[in-house]
């Protein structure tokens, strides 16, 4: 029997198969942004509860019909489960999971046997008539499919080792194979450029595109992302979206920037590309063949490189909504404290890898120290008499004009030298007195940024505190 599809229910599959177009980001959808729209990224299809993931995450990356059926029984046909002798239900359902236990024992994978094509037409009338579930099937001819993969080289796939596959299901909906294939000659792709796992489904699809008599678009299969051990990337790894990153301080274009490398190179030294210069050196040819390891620390490289190279304005705009999350944040940054800020950026920007470690250390210059680290205190305060030696710095600060980094550091000498203790003792107790830390940025750069009057006050502050604990400790004893 030869099935046909009327226009309304070829309109019901388009319509179904538009539905599907949305596709899982992964690492290599950097590509479909760097090459132009005559490239395609066909991906397997998304889960429902992650498809509004999609759009929110190639917007934060800048990422900017007809009866397909061919009324020919040579390319397609109706199945329906049908019993085997002496062996379970088999089905051409691919949902249903039934297998050949015989062919199963014997350690090969079990091939639809193409027994609905030898059913008599009182059969397929019988079946009609009871409304059994019927999947539509292609009927992959004899031979061998050969395309030249564009990053492989010729591949070639024997037939024999394809089974007649399901593109339609019982219930209606349309399959990977067939909705992606409609959805590519929709949009006249000219080329597929996708992950190496997705080889084993060309075949497939070229042959959809010949039965269709849609030219048959070039394929480009790349390296797969593999995590740091080896194994393909998972949720095992860590972040398991791109809105997942950009939650973690990652910028926009050092995620392009890294997920560019991996697995494609541009030849030269140069790493640190902008998306224009990408799109203007990016070619097929540059895809290795190897698989790519998504290294953590390669991308906080890349996330400070590119945090070094934005301008001023364009970081405050980006941190804005980090500093308000920590309670950090003033209109006055945009106005009368926009030249000081853009000073205390400046100093902060080489130590940050991603926008989160800004609101860390930028908190001492935008509100006061309300603790100090108590493992700092333990290694660097320890000694008699440092309340007395921090006390002794902040009256000598008190009157410093001006107060500059040269004055500062000049100013601290002394007070050391007089006290007999080593510069760097009491560089270190200063330096948690204004940070409540032991590590922070240049601390005579430090101390000017955040002002003689507040530094004064900070370090009379830590003299109280350690009197206090000290006279604590000797309570105790």
């Not at 037939?159 to 409609?182: A, K, M, N, W």
């Not at 290795?288 to 620390?297: I, L």
């Not at 940070?435 to 002002?451: C, D, H, K, M, N």
Request: aromatic content about 8%; overall charge neutral.
């Amino acid at each position: 029997m030869r099935p046909t599809r009327s226009g309304g229910e070829a309109g019901r599959v388009v319509r179904r198969r538009r539905r599907l177009r949305a596709r899982r980001v992964v690492a290599l959808a950097v590509l479909v942004l760097l090459v132009p729209a005559a490239y395609s990224y066909a991906t397997t299809m998304m889960q429902p509860s992650s498809l509004p993931l999609w759009p929110r995450s190639v917007e934060w990356l800048r990422a900017h019909h007809g009866n397909w059926f061919v009324d020919e029984v040579e390319h397609y046909y109706y199945s329906w489960k049908t019993p085997a002798k002496g062996g379970p239900q088999l089905t051409s359902l691919p949902t249903a999971g039934i297998t050949d236990a015989a062919a199963e024992a014997e350690g090969e994978g079990w091939i639809y046997d193409r027994r609905c094509l030898s059913l008599t037409s009182e059969q397929i009338a019988e079946r009609e008539a009871a409304h059994e579930p019927r999947a539509v099937r292609v009927r992959v001819p004899e031979g061998r499919t050969t395309f030249n993969d564009l990053v492989h080289g010729p591949i070639t796939v024997e037939h024999q080792t394809i089974e007649d596959f399901v593109i339609l299901r019982s219930d209606g909906q349309p399959t990977y194979q067939l909705s992606v294939v409609c959805d590519d000659v929709d949009m006249a792709i000219t080329h597929v450029v996708r992950g190496d796992d997705h080889i084993s489904n060309t075949p497939k699809q070229i042959l959809l595109y010949q039965a269709l008599g849609a030219p048959t678009p070039g394929f480009a299969h790349v390296p797969l992302i593999l995590g740091p051990d080896k194994k393909r990337l998972s949720k095992r790894h860590g972040a398991t979206s791109v809105t997942e990153y950009e939650r973690q301080g990652y910028l926009a274009e050092a995620m392009v920037n890294f997920l560019a490398l991996l697995g494609w190179s541009p030849g030269g030294e140069q790493e640190i590309f902008t998306r224009d210069e990408l799109i203007a050196r990016f070619t097929l040819e540059g895809i290795s063949g190897g698989n790519a390891v998504f290294n953590p620390e390669k991308l906080d490289w890349f996330n400070a490189q590119h945090l070094a190279r934005l301008s001023t304005d364009d970081l405050i705009g980006r941190l804005q909504p980090e500093l308000e999350a920590a309670g950090l944040w003033s209109d006055a940054l945009l106005h009368e404290r926009h030249a000081w800020f853009g000073r205390v950026l400046a100093l902060l920007v080489p130590r940050a890898r991603r926008l989160g470690d800004f609101a860390i250390q930028a908190a001492p210059f935008l509100g006061p120290v309300e603790s100090y680290d108590q493992a700092a205190i333990a290694k660097h305060l320890a000694a008699p008499g440092m309340a007395a030696h921090v006390s002794a710095l902040a009256d000598a600060y008190r009157g410093v004009e001006p107060f500059d980094e040269a004055t500062s550091e000049s100013v601290l000498r002394s007070v050391a030298d007089q006290a007999g203790i080593k510069f760097g003792a009491l560089v270190h107790a200063t330096r948690i007195a204004v940070t409540g830390r032991a590590v922070s940025p240049g601390l005579f750069e430090t101390l000017v940024l955040i002002g003689r009057d507040h530094v004064v006050a900070r370090l009379e502050s830590l003299a109280r505190f350690l009197t206090e604990r000290r006279g604590a400790v000797a309570e105790g004893a």
